[in-house]
């Protein structure tokens, strides 16, 4: 069997808050997983049982067993809270949790002796958007960290100090909110959520750095290049298997993401 990860959007979830759920099935071989930051916070579902992965702040190398399968649902930047209620998101940066802690055990037992009964991490996932959905009544998001992420999350991005005041909060507020929210602050976030831009805009084969540097909304290609050694410890022509200014370049890393 080879390794496999997919992606779908959430039939029950809302898609406001969940932005995917994904599976993977584990190639017999152990190897290592490159995981990257993206500001979002999974539940996993594994043979360890139901895991909470925090957003990270820097990349990991994760150690993959052979032959395992995961499935996981994957909250955006600033919805954990749908899950984690009134936990900040800044106490799960850089930690894999066990549910039972965050949400009680009858709670994670509940949706484990479900997950124990669905067929594969295809059915594992479908129970995993069930749960996310009956989380959402009586659930109240954050608007103003709504605005914030959207803010931040768009090319141009904004300046800390204009966003805080369209907010109506002071520049401390608003880093405060962010961080418990998810998990970093407006500039890490603004970073992070461009890097994750630039992972989206790359196509192999069919762009070059310096075209993925224009629509991610870099100054320029050396720009994207230190952002993504900042964020995953490697050249861009590594993980995102597209040429440079000089030669092609097509190797690739084992993945971009957790849930390995």
Do not use: I
């Not at 996993?44 to 139901?50: F, I, K, P, Q, T």
């Not at 990991?60 to 936990?87: I, Q, Y």
């Not at 965050?102 to 949706?111: D, H, I, K, S």
């Not at 962010?178 to 998990?183: E, K, N, T, W």
């Amino acid at each position: 069997m080879t390794a496999s990860y997919t992606e779908r959007r959430p039939v029950l979830a809302p898609g406001r808050q969940v932005a995917c759920l994904w599976t993977r099935h584990n190639a017999q071989e152990s190897y290592d997983q490159l995981v990257v930051p993206d500001g979002c916070v999974d539940l996993v579902w594994s043979d360890a049982g139901l895991e909470v992965v925090g957003p990270d702040r820097a990349p990991r190398s994760v150690p993959v067993r052979g032959g395992a399968e995961l499935a996981g649902v994957r909250f955006r930047p600033g919805a954990a809270g749908l899950l984690l209620g009134a936990v900040p998101v800044r106490e799960l940066c850089d930690r894999q949790v066990p549910l039972a802690e965050l949400v009680g055990a009858p709670t994670a037992e509940r949706l484990g002796e479900r997950l124990a009964r669905a067929r594969g991490s295809g059915g594992a996932a479908a129970e995993l958007d069930a749960f996310a959905a009956a989380l959402v009544p009586g659930w109240e998001p954050d608007r103003v960290v709504e605005r914030a992420v959207a803010a931040l999350g768009r090319v141009r991005g904004a300046r800390v100090p204009d966003l805080a005041a369209e907010l109506g909060l002071s520049e401390r507020q608003l880093r405060r909110r962010l961080v418990d929210a998810v998990g970093y602050g407006p500039k890490t976030l603004h970073a992070v959520l461009r890097f994750q831009r630039a992972l989206a805009c790359a196509r192999p084969g069919r762009s070059g750095l310096a075209e993925v540097a224009l629509r991610a909304g870099y100054a320029d290609q050396a720009h994207l290049t230190r952002e993504v050694r900042r964020w995953a410890g490697v050249p861009p022509t590594v993980l995102l298997g597209l040429r440079g200014s000089d030669q092609p370049d097509t190797r690739r890393t084992p993945g971009r993401r957790r849930g390995a």
